[in-house]
């Protein structure tokens, strides 16, 4: 069965600081990958994603992500963070093969706190 | 371009009792997926809907079920509910089945167990 790693429950980060999140997978064959952010009391909303291309993926509100196959990892970045990306962080795979067979798989997230 | 809308936000309910949720995808998604979400076991997903025909179902008793209209609309329902069963349960929703498809999921609906 496939799983997700998130090997951090808390990082904290000083305002300005740079950020790397970490997310390993194991699955048998490259999964598609996500990263989705959970405010509280809100749901998730999506990051970004790798489907296959370039390894290095950009996202939304100056989040990237790199895919190295060889380490079965799609960590996280930003350069220099904000007291807004104060955020639950969950990192997201599904099959690539077979189509949306049991929809995404989760990691237990990252709790990211800001400190000022 | 609305998104993904689930009501209620907060639901109340007591052990036996059952439950009904309900989601309206961004217009022109089609798939409706539901996920639950708590403290213990983070998010699980609970099953996939398409052309109001039930695609995938994670691993759930059979208390949980749901439905698709003809309009993409979705529901979810709970009976018999158990304590266990209070969690945040999220709608996401898709263009189309796959995994390719990027996943847009509502703020949930929060339902408690007395």
């Known amino acids: 069965a496939q799983s997700v790693t998130q090997p951090d429950i808390h990082i904290t980060v000083s305002e300005g600081a740079s950020l790397e999140l970490r997310c390993n997978y194991s699955?048998?064959?490259?999964?598609?990958l996500f990263w989705y952010v959970q405010s509280p009391g809100q749901g998730l909303q999506l990051l970004l994603k790798?489907?296959?291309?370039?390894?290095l993926v950009q996202g939304i509100k100056g989040f990237e992500a790199e895919f190295k196959r060889s380490q079965s990892s799609f960590n996280l970045r930003k350069p220099s963070v904000h007291w807004s990306d104060a955020a639950e962080y969950f990192c997201a795979v599904a099959k690539r093969v077979g189509g949306g067979a049991d929809g995404l798989t989760f990691g237990k997230g990252t709790h990211l706190i800001i400190q000022p | 371009k609305a998104g993904v809308t689930q009501t209620p936000r907060y639901l109340i309910k007591t052990r036996g009792q059952q439950v009904t949720l309900s989601c309206s995808p961004i217009?022109?998604?089609?798939?409706v997926s539901w996920y639950q979400q708590t403290p213990g076991q983070g998010l699980q997903f609970l099953f996939e809907y398409f052309s109001e025909t039930q695609r995938n179902k994670g691993n759930f008793p059979g208390r949980f079920s749901g439905r698709q209209f003809s309009n993409s609309r979705s529901e979810m329902n709970v009976s018999t509910l158990e304590l266990g069963d209070s969690a945040l349960y999220l709608c996401a929703s898709s263009l189309s089945p796959g995994g390719n498809q990027p996943q847009h999921f509502g703020d949930g609906t929060r339902l408690s167990i007395l």
């Open positions: 790798y489907f296959s291309g370039d390894t």
């Open positions: 699955y048998g064959a490259t999964p598609y």
């Open positions: 217009s022109g998604h089609r798939s």
